[in-house]
């Protein structure tokens, strides 16, 4: 794999603030990484707005708020979120077959393939444990759950899931070598693994099989941002050659 090839895996995460933000971060990171994932919390703060940012600095986004609730009303917000013209957007696979197909099929009528965003279904998050899910009354293991949920995702039209790289293998063989696998959780060598629970190395992450990795802290909080990216992207590109 090349270092250009290795740079598009990244996704950074801009758990940020504020537009300025947004515009630094985009101007530091846009030759950097492949695409910037705009979360709940700048979303909440700036609205499409941050979206729209990252998109005139060249940037691509992954728009994850994780959408979950009654089939129509997630449909209608991912078709908005398809409008904003970002390349990935996501929601809960917990919410069932019913909210992904109805989702996936306004979408895909009102976009073509190549103007399509991919849709994925977040599984189990990163913070989860056995105990997590016994609280809210599934009895399953988190591996199990992972797998369940990323066959009824391929099964009701969604491209991919948001994943833990440790279930990665199991979702790959569950549902095949074409169905995208996005992996937080995801902490290099020189990073602490701060409040994920289920972590792996960048090179580990995409040699496991991953197409993509959400990274924040790792390079937000590096004393040089850039470098650390390409330090990431240079630890993948040489440990798949």
Same mark, same amino acid.
């Given at each position: 794999?090349?270092?250009?090839?290795?740079?598009?895996?990244?996704?950074?995460?801009?758990?940020? +603030?504020?537009?300025?933000?947004?515009?630094?971060? $985009?101007?530091?990171?846009?030759?950097?990484?492949?695409?910037?994932?705009?979360?709940?919390?700048?979303?909440? $703060? #700036?609205?499409?707005? *941050?979206?729209?940012?990252?998109?005139?600095?060249?940037?691509?986004?992954?728009?994850?708020?994780?959408? +979950?609730?009654?089939?129509?009303?997630?449909?209608?917000?991912?078709?908005?979120?398809?409008?904003?013209?970002?390349?990935?957007?996501?929601? +809960?696979?917990?919410?069932?077959?019913?909210?992904?197909?109805?989702?996936?099929? *306004?979408?895909?009528?009102?976009? +073509?393939?190549?103007? #399509?965003?991919?849709?994925?279904?977040?599984?189990?998050?990163?913070?989860?444990?056995?105990?997590?899910?016994?609280?809210?009354?599934?009895?399953?293991?988190?591996?199990?759950?992972?797998?369940?949920?990323?066959?009824?995702?391929? *099964?009701?039209?969604?491209?991919?899931?948001?994943?833990?790289?440790?279930?990665?293998?199991?979702?790959?063989?569950? #549902?095949?070598?074409?169905?995208?696998?996005?992996?937080?959780?995801?902490?290099?060598?020189?990073?602490?693994?701060?409040?994920?629970?289920?972590?792996?190395?960048?090179?580990?992450?995409?040699? $496991?099989?991953?197409?993509?990795?959400?990274?924040?802290?790792?390079?937000?909080?590096?004393?040089?941002? $850039?470098?650390?990216?390409?330090?990431?992207?240079?630890?993948?590109?040489?440990?798949?050659?």
């Amino acid at each position: 794999m090349t270092l250009e090839e290795a740079r598009k895996k990244i996704i950074f995460a801009m758990d940020l +603030h504020g537009l300025n933000e947004i515009d630094r971060w $985009s101007e530091i990171l846009t030759d950097k990484v492949g695409m910037f994932k705009v979360g709940k919390e700048l979303f909440t $703060s #700036c609205g499409p707005a *941050a979206v729209k940012a990252v998109q005139r600095h060249g940037g691509k986004v992954f728009l994850d708020l994780k959408y +979950h609730d009654i089939p129509n009303t997630v449909a209608n917000a991912m078709l908005e979120a398809a409008r904003l013209g970002v390349q990935i957007v996501n929601l +809960h696979a917990l919410g069932g077959a019913e909210m992904m197909e109805t989702a996936a099929n *306004a979408v895909h009528k009102e976009f +073509h393939d190549a103007e #399509c965003p991919k849709l994925l279904a977040v599984t189990i998050l990163t913070s989860s444990t056995v105990e997590t899910l016994r609280q809210v009354g599934i009895e399953h293991s988190v591996q199990d759950m992972v797998v369940r949920l990323a066959r009824l995702a391929k *099964a009701s039209g969604m491209d991919g899931v948001v994943a833990s790289p440790l279930e990665i293998n199991l979702i790959r063989e569950a #549902c095949g070598p074409d169905f995208l696998i996005v992996t937080p959780g995801v902490r290099p060598s020189f990073a602490s693994v701060d409040d994920q629970k289920r972590v792996m190395t960048p090179f580990e992450a995409v040699r $496991s099989g991953a197409d993509y990795l959400v990274i924040g802290r790792p390079i937000a909080k590096a004393s040089d941002p $850039s470098q650390a990216a390409e330090h990431i992207a240079a630890e993948i590109a040489d440990g798949t050659n």
